[in-house]
């Protein structure tokens, strides 16, 4: 390492800088410790409402440093590691409590950073052993469950030092997802998607806007493609900050569409890592322009739909509604869905519940009381955890539902083969046309299907397929 007068880093081009710390350094005592740590209310949000120049170094400068570079740099903002148990510089012997609150008095926007699991297919992490800093668990059981407990967990512990650092509520937090093939792995992408969804919740939660930094091929893509998705249940980060090298002094990339966080929620890393001398004082850093106002948070309680007044209307046994055609319940796709989310795919899922009379009301389109009673009751009947949401399972279960248990192969048409078609949609198949009819297409998803769930690959639906489908394996 260089004598810390030079302040170089010793960073590899992957991040130049954005890089964690041992299992042990940050070990937090979570929960009640979040509720009683300081709130150093004097503190103003951070980076607070700023457009201009910046700079980030993985270990914090010193306080001389940030006095002259203040005076004699065009830089006015400045990213800062706070936590992460994947991040190269592990000391920040500079960064405390006092260090921020000079930073930000003396005119400084911080931008605090933190790098903890990466991509499960990333071929740099762990850093240090699956022990210390493990990778993003990609098993996609429970809709990555898994991952989101990560994410969620990885938020507490920002919070946590966010807090004993002095950095207020309202301020945003970027996660660092470093670049990663994401057209790897399917699972490898999904969760760390879900990963990014839990920690933004979970920032909001405790009052803290969500941020996220990453290269702009990979992760800035990654989550603008999600952004966009036809019900998309992915939370977005209030800010991003994309790692794109191509030397303008802007917040535009070739590879995030234009009304993407736009205007006043991004931030981009322009050039990577080098040296800068201002009034006699050498840094290695990465430059960056930044356009970023401070993000109008959710609230903290968790949202619940209000009900109608009289609740839908009462149909009884009828299973017709002029909601529900061919149209409105077939889909290329149908993801995990909840009550607080604005979708379309709850005009499929009470049709669906009502032909098979766990929804004995007038289809609306909004997720009622009625519809969580009758997911319910559907989820205890096929043995799926009764849950207040509809998983992709759920869903794989539910458009099988009524089959008449035929043989279907190649060139057969009917409903049946409708609902195969649904089904493995709902299953992750490639974007099947449902029409009917067992095509080529068909079959080859079908053979997928069942080499995905280890059963023969005969690309036929028989006994042993429509079980699996019934009881939602995906």
């Given at each position: 390492?260089?004598?810390?007068?030079?302040?170089?880093?010793?960073?590899?081009?992957?991040?130049?800088?954005?890089?964690?710390?041992?299992?042990?350094?940050?070990?937090?005592?979570?929960?009640?410790?979040?509720?009683?740590?300081?709130?150093?209310?004097?503190?103003?949000?951070?980076?607070?409402?700023?457009?201009?120049?910046?700079?980030?170094?993985?270990?914090?400068?010193?306080?001389?440093?940030?006095?002259?570079?203040?005076?004699?740099?065009?830089?006015?903002?400045?990213?800062?590691?706070?936590?992460?148990?994947?991040?190269?510089?592990?000391?920040?012997?500079?960064?405390?409590?006092?260090?921020?609150?000079?930073?930000?008095?003396?005119?400084?926007?911080?931008?605090?950073?933190?790098?903890?699991?990466?991509?499960?297919?990333?071929?740099?992490?762990?850093?240090?052993?699956?022990?210390?800093?493990?990778?993003?668990?990609?098993?996609?059981?429970?809709?990555?469950?898994?991952?989101?407990?990560?994410?969620?967990?990885?938020?507490?512990r920002a919070v946590q030092a966010a807090r004993n650092l002095g950095i207020v509520p309202g301020s945003t937090l970027?996660?660092?997802?470093?670049?990663?093939?994401?057209?790897?792995?399917?699972?490898?992408?999904?969760?760390?998607?879900?990963?990014?969804?839990?920690?933004?919740?979970?920032?909001?939660?405790?009052?803290?806007?969500?941020?996220?930094?990453?290269?702009?091929?990979?992760?800035?893509?990654?989550?603008?493609?999600?952004?966009?998705?036809?019900?998309?249940?992915?939370?977005?980060?209030?800010?991003?900050?994309?790692?794109?090298?191509?030397?303008?002094?802007?917040?535009?990339?070739?590879?995030?569409?234009?009304?993407?966080?736009?205007?006043?929620?991004?931030?981009?890393?322009?050039?990577?890592?080098?040296?800068?001398?201002?009034?006699?004082?050498?840094?290695?850093?990465?430059?960056?322009?930044?356009?970023?106002?401070?993000?109008?948070?959710?609230?903290?309680?968790?949202?619940?739909?209000?009900?109608?007044?009289?609740?839908?209307?009462?149909?009884?046994?009828?299973?017709?509604?002029?909601?529900?055609?061919?149209?409105?319940?077939?889909?290329?796709?149908?993801?995990?869905?909840?009550?607080?989310?604005?979708?379309?795919?709850?005009?499929?899922?009470?049709?669906?519940?009502?032909?098979?009379?766990?929804?004995?009301?007038?289809?609306?389109?909004?997720?009622?009381?009625?519809?969580?009673?009758?997911?319910?009751?559907?989820?205890?009947?096929?043995?799926?955890?009764?849950?207040?949401?509809?998983?992709?399972?759920?869903?794989?279960?539910?458009?099988?539902?009524?089959?008449?248990?035929?043989?279907?192969?190649?060139?057969?048409?009917?409903?049946?083969?409708?609902?195969?078609?649904?089904?493995?949609?709902?299953?992750?198949?490639?974007?099947?046309?449902?029409?009917?009819?067992?095509?080529?297409?068909?079959?080859?998803?079908?053979?997928?299907?069942?080499?995905?769930?280890?059963?023969?690959?005969?690309?036929?639906?028989?006994?042993?397929?429509?079980?699996?489908?019934?009881?939602?394996?995906?």
């Amino acid at each position: 390492m260089l004598p810390r007068s030079t302040f170089q880093s010793t960073v590899t081009r992957g991040r130049r800088g954005l890089a964690g710390v041992l299992a042990g350094a940050i070990a937090l005592t979570l929960g009640a410790t979040l509720l009683s740590a300081p709130a150093y209310a004097a503190n103003p949000v951070t980076p607070g409402n700023f457009t201009g120049l910046g700079f980030d170094q993985c270990e914090a400068p010193s306080q001389a440093a940030m006095s002259t570079w203040i005076k004699k740099s065009p830089f006015r903002a400045a990213g800062i590691y706070i936590s992460g148990a994947s991040r190269a510089c592990q000391r920040q012997s500079n960064l405390s409590a006092t260090w921020v609150s000079n930073q930000l008095a003396a005119g400084w926007h911080l931008m605090p950073i933190t790098l903890g699991p990466q991509a499960s297919c990333s071929t740099r992490y762990p850093r240090y052993g699956k022990n210390i800093d493990p990778t993003i668990n990609a098993s996609t059981t429970g809709t990555y469950s898994a991952a989101r407990a990560q994410g969620a967990l990885e938020a507490r512990r920002a919070v946590q030092a966010a807090r004993n650092l002095g950095i207020v509520p309202g301020s945003t937090l970027f996660y660092d997802l470093e670049a990663f093939n994401t057209s790897q792995s399917t699972a490898c992408t999904w969760s760390a998607l879900w990963f990014l969804s839990a920690w933004t919740q979970e920032l909001h939660r405790y009052s803290y806007a969500s941020g996220l930094y990453s290269s702009a091929a990979s992760g800035i893509k990654m989550i603008d493609d999600a952004r966009v998705r036809p019900g998309n249940q992915i939370a977005m980060p209030d800010q991003i900050w994309v790692a794109d090298w191509n030397g303008r002094a802007d917040t535009h990339s070739s590879y995030i569409r234009s009304d993407g966080w736009h205007p006043y929620a991004r931030a981009h890393q322009y050039q990577g890592g080098h040296d800068e001398t201002w009034g006699g004082v050498r840094i290695n850093i990465d430059r960056n322009y930044l356009d970023l106002r401070t993000p109008r948070l959710p609230g903290t309680a968790t949202p619940v739909p209000a009900p109608a007044p009289a609740g839908p209307r009462y149909t009884g046994t009828t299973l017709s509604d002029p909601k529900c055609t061919p149209a409105t319940i077939s889909r290329a796709s149908y993801v995990t869905i909840n009550p607080t989310m604005n979708t379309t795919l709850v005009v499929p899922l009470q049709c669906l519940l009502k032909q098979r009379l766990f929804y004995p009301y007038e289809v609306t389109g909004t997720w009622n009381a009625q519809t969580t009673a009758a997911v319910h009751a559907f989820q205890k009947r096929v043995g799926n955890t009764a849950r207040s949401y509809v998983s992709r399972s759920d869903w794989v279960s539910l458009l099988v539902a009524g089959n008449g248990g035929r043989v279907l192969k190649r060139g057969d048409t009917g409903a049946d083969v409708i609902r195969v078609q649904r089904a493995l949609n709902a299953a992750g198949s490639p974007r099947l046309t449902v029409n009917g009819i067992y095509t080529r297409r068909t079959a080859k998803a079908v053979g997928a299907y069942q080499r995905r769930v280890h059963l023969a690959r005969t690309r036929v639906v028989a006994a042993q397929t429509w079980g699996a489908l019934g009881v939602g394996r995906r």
